[in-house]
């Protein structure tokens, strides 16, 4: 995020970030259900590139989704500085794969890399 709110004196960015997955529901026959998602955002200061397992042991999220459940997207609104930042999609329990769409609206800027 490179702007802040043009509306307010804060210096702060809204932002609503939307995490979908995969649709399920033609698997639900086979006892498949919504796997329980959720997101963290990290804030990843002027590093570029892939970021490590230990970057992400080192540093605590600076937002995430209010809980993890097992609905088919999940939407949350935030305020936060200028910055970069790395949403990270992710199921409840570990090593369960899943497909995500991710959406990000704000009224600032958006550079992705």
């Not at 004196?9 to 970030?17: F, K, P, Q, R």
């Not at 970021?51 to 609104?77: M, P």
């Not at 910055?83 to 990270?88: E, F, S």
């Amino acid at each position: 995020l490179t702007d802040s709110d043009p509306y307010d004196e804060d210096e702060l960015c809204t932002v609503i970030i939307a995490v979908m997955q995969k649709y399920r529901r033609e698997l639900k026959y086979a006892g498949i259900e919504n796997l329980a998602i959720g997101f963290a955002v990290y804030d990843a200061g002027d590093v570029s590139g892939r970021l490590s397992r230990g970057y992400f042991q080192s540093h605590k999220s600076c937002a995430r989704s209010a809980a993890f459940i097992n609905l088919r997207e999940v939407t949350a609104r935030f305020r936060v500085p200028p910055g970069n930042y790395v949403i990270v999609p992710s199921t409840f329990e570990p090593n369960e794969e899943a497909e995500f769409m991710l959406r990000i609206y704000t009224n600032g800027f958006i550079e992705s890399e």
